[in-house]
């Protein structure tokens, strides 16, 4: 079995005996769309530098979107569950069962750091009020109005591991169990990366005889030729 299931990974593993030591948080992304009279403020994505350098999350930023539209976002609202894409509690017996994995949890150490309630106090805020989030892309590009967007975009869910520190984990965690393999933690840039991981993960896969149905180790994504195009 191979365990790429996003939010869910983590639970998966512990079903089968694996990262006892880890838990999560999940964080919902939540998105503004600009109107099409102001959608070409500013023509190119612009993102900020983070100011919470610990934590997996950049400002939000601005976003422009493949087929021309103009979006601000995301913030990191802590949510119950990697489904709560609106409201902030989900199913209640998630949302319970959350909490008493955060008390029983690595995750409650982050209760207790000043730094993670700032950034916490920060994101609900933008939240609950369009304003306070369009005011923190505002701090770089000074003529971005909150009446510029009247609608949500859509919002998506991230959720990084906790390690037995109460730290972030930072790397992508890859864990062997019998018969399976599990892939948490695979954040962002995980969308941008998604071809080159995969095929790294299939070429590891065959390495290690998992995927014994393919008698040739040959990758589909040549590495060798991407590295030194990047060193070139
Ligand atoms: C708000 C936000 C902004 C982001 N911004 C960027 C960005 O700017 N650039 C970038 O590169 N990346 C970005 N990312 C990260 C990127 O989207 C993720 O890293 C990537 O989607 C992770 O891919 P994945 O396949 O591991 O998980 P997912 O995309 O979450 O896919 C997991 C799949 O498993 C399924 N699943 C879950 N549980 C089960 C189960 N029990 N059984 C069967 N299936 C199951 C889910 O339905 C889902 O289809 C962002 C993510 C979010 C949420």
């Known amino acids: 079995m191979i365990n790429?299931?996003?939010?869910?990974?983590?639970e998966i593993a512990k079903m089968l005996g694996l990262a006892g030591?880890?838990?999560?948080?999940?964080?919902?992304g939540e998105y503004w769309i600009a109107e099409k009279k102001h959608e070409n403020?500013?023509?190119?994505?612009?993102?900020?530098?983070?100011k919470f350098t610990n934590f997996p999350f950049l400002d939000p930023h601005w976003i422009k979107r493949a087929n021309g539209t103009t979006e601000i976002g995301p913030n990191a609202v802590p949510v119950a569950?990697?489904?709560?894409?609106?409201?902030?509690?989900?199913?209640?017996?998630?949302?319970?069962?959350?909490?008493?994995?955060?008390?029983?949890?690595?995750?409650?150490?982050l209760l207790v750091n000043p730094e993670f309630l700032s950034l916490i106090s920060k994101e609900w805020k933008s939240s609950l009020?369009?304003?306070?989030m369009i005011n923190r892309v505002k701090?770089?590009?000074?003529?971005?109005?909150?009446?510029?967007?009247?609608?949500?975009?859509?919002?998506g869910i991230r959720t990084p591991i906790i390690s037995k520190k109460g730290e972030f984990v930072s790397e992508i965690l890859e864990l062997e169990g019998n018969n399976s393999f599990h892939i948490l933690n695979?954040?962002?840039?995980?969308?941008?990366?998604?071809?080159?991981?995969?095929?790294?993960?299939?070429?590891?896969?065959?390495?290690?005889?998992?995927?014994?149905?393919?008698k040739t180790n040959q990758s589909?994504?040549?590495?060798d030729k991407i590295i030194d195009q990047i060193n070139s």
């Open 4 to 10: 790429c299931a996003g939010g869910n990974s983590l």
């Open 41 to 50: 403020l500013v023509n190119t994505n612009v993102y900020s530098v983070a």
């Open 21 to 28: 030591d880890y838990s999560s948080l999940h964080f919902r």
């Open 139 to 155: 701090q770089f590009i000074p003529k971005v109005n909150p009446d510029f967007f009247v609608k949500r975009g859509t919002s």
């Open 220 to 223: 589909f994504w040549n590495f």
């Open 129 to 132: 009020s369009k304003n306070a």
């Open 186 to 214: 695979y954040n962002s840039p995980g969308a941008t990366g998604a071809p080159a991981y995969s095929a790294l993960i299939v070429k590891k896969l065959q390495e290690k005889g998992f995927l014994n149905f393919q």
């Open 81 to 109: 569950n990697p489904e709560t894409y609106s409201g902030y509690v989900g199913n209640i017996s998630d949302a319970v069962s959350k909490i008493g994995q955060i008390l029983s949890g690595s995750s409650k150490k």
